[in-house]
């Protein structure tokens, strides 16, 4: 009965997925879980052919060397210890003993070198080859492997984003495969990989069945990001896609599914006295705000900018477009990294009269400025309209223009703006926030901050790697953020993730992925 009533809400589409799928509470297996999927996975190549859904599976399955915390470090994952020589250039990673791939080969440091020798191959196409070869941030000019636990990767040159870049998620979390995930003309097969759950069935379109690795060896302890504990406690995981939200709620009261790992912040309210069901709401990494073109005639003036930043009251901002589960932060640092503090938390102060003082001392006449937004990210288009009334209460002419989200893209990638309501994805280390705004506009008329001097201190941030050091770098960056109002920093985003009461232990995370090891379900 469950599998029909669903089945009239799916439509046909969705039906024989879900029934060839067993999505009913009768057809589960004491120890399954089924997980929403909003659109089916792009591959199970690790790295590869992959967007941020395709991650949500996929790194269950696989780990690096290294993995991001809860606080936003990188911290040991496969490798037990990781050591810097003095000069910066060295990473030594010894090897945690008794790690085993899912066909029961124990890993050595011989597979560490052959995966990043696959990775750094052009034809593998991994995502992250520029981050590596040179022409990002980093080079890596060999990796050995002295003995079976000790790997060595050489740099050229210092790199304070070295274990960053190799944590990144879209990365794959440079992920440690055995050589059988190839077949035997090179291509790949499947991951063959050291995660707490092993592939066990695609059906494209339908469905990515997984199931727990009898051998997996875990951290001790709690789960922290993605490291620390990873228990695998459910005999599968069935990803079932379903790409209609409200279709996937009412499953999910039905018994139909176990865990939406990102719902709308309005079903939030309507879901939380809801006693079938448990609700998971943490901020997450990413930034949402107001970007503004600092070449433009108009907005090239400071005095502007920041009577703009008096105008709007961002704590109003933030509590009405997240139905009240936001925080302010004003910060390019998001307010769960480890180098978030108390000079973060020194924001913008709204002060309308302040703001018309500014506005007389820039010469501001009434000019039209239009601020581009997009009905994609409803909470930046709302962030949009709220900012307009309140810019139009302090005496700025502000206009929204609403784009498809290609187009607002296109225009802000040629810096063909005067303002925008603007969402950018989750970057885990300050220096790459930063990094995404500032630059030199010529070169690259994406870019928000053009400031030689700011673009000193960011390129600083990205060899120190003394943590103390670093937090005096972006401190200053901070403040001077504050102080020249290229963008308008609103909050960072938020997740929230819904459960049926069978099960327990699941609990959303700021990377925006749904983490299933140490999660439990009852019958």
């Given at each position: ?43 199970i190549n690790p790295g590869v052919n992959r967007d941020h859904n395709t991650d949500g599976v996929v790194l269950n399955m696989v780990e690096g060397l290294v993995a991001y915390g809860e606080d936003a470090l990188v911290k040991p994952l496969l490798a037990e210890k990781v050591e810097a020589s003095a000069d ?325 990638s040629k810096g063909n703006y005067q303002m925008q309501a603007f969402p950018y994805s989750g970057r885990l280390d300050p220096a790459l926030s930063f990094e995404s705004m500032t630059g030199p506009k010529d070169k690259q008329p994406r870019k928000l901050w053009d400031d030689p001097a700011v673009q000193e ?67």
């Open positions: 009965m469950a599998s029909r009533a669903l089945a009239s809400a799916a439509g046909a589409g969705a039906v024989a997925a879900l029934l060839l799928a067993g999505i009913g509470p009768s057809l589960a297996a004491p120890t399954s879980i089924r997980v929403q999927l909003r659109a089916d996975i792009r591959s910066g250039k060295t990473y030594t990673f010894t090897l945690r003993k008794g790690v085993k791939f899912h066909n029961g080969a124990e890993l050595s440091s011989a597979d560490v070198v052959w995966s990043w020798n696959r990775y750094m191959d052009p034809k593998t196409e991994w995502r992250c080859l520029s981050e590596f070869d040179g022409r990002g941030q980093v080079k890596v000019e060999k990796v050995e492997a002295p003995d079976a636990s000790t790997v060595t990767f050489t740099l050229d040159n210092p790199s304070a984003l070295f274990l960053a870049s190799l944590a990144r998620t879209d990365c794959a979390m440079t992920a440690i495969l055995h050589k059988d995930s190839l077949k035997a003309d090179g291509s790949f097969d499947k991951p063959i990989g050291t995660g707490p759950f092993k592939l066990a069935e695609w059906k494209r379109n339908e469905y990515v069945r997984v199931e727990r690795f009898a051998d997996y060896a875990s951290l001790p302890g709690k789960s922290d990001g993605l490291t620390g504990g990873k228990r695998p406690l459910v005999d599968e995981i069935r990803f079932m896609v379903v790409p209609d939200n409200s279709t996937a709620k009412a499953a999910l009261l039905r018994g139909d599914l176990d865990i939406i790992p990102d719902i709308a912040n309005s079903d939030v309210g309507e879901l939380k006295g809801n006693d079938k069901v448990e609700l998971s709401v943490v901020s997450s990494m990413g930034l949402v705000g107001l970007i503004l073109q600092t070449r433009d005639p108009l907005l090239k003036n400071v005095k502007l900018r920041q009577a703009i930043a008096a105008a709007l009251d961002t704590k109003e901002i933030v509590d009405a477009v997240t139905d009240g589960l936001g925080k302010v932060n004003n910060s390019m640092v998001p307010s769960l990294s480890a180098y978030h503090t108390a000079v973060q938390d020194q924001g913008y102060t709204y002060d309308p009269a302040a703001a018309k003082k500014l506005l007389a001392e820039s010469g501001y006449k009434g000019e039209q400025i239009v601020m581009l937004a997009n009905k994609r990210y409803p909470q930046s288009f709302d962030a949009a309209v709220i900012s307009q009334q309140m810019l139009k209460a302090a005496g700025i002419n502000a206009e929204i223009e609403v784009l498809e989200w290609a187009t607002q893209l296109d225009r802000y201190l960011l390129d600083r941030s990205m060899v120190v790697s003394d943590r103390a050091e670093r937090q005096k770098i972006f401190d200053e960056l901070h403040k001077r953020f504050i102080a020249d109002v290229p963008m308008v920093m609103l909050y960072n985003g938020i997740v929230a993730g819904v459960t049926s009461k069978r099960v327990k232990g699941y609990v959303s995370t700021m990377m925006s992925l749904p983490r299933l090891w140490e999660v439990s379900a009852t019958d």
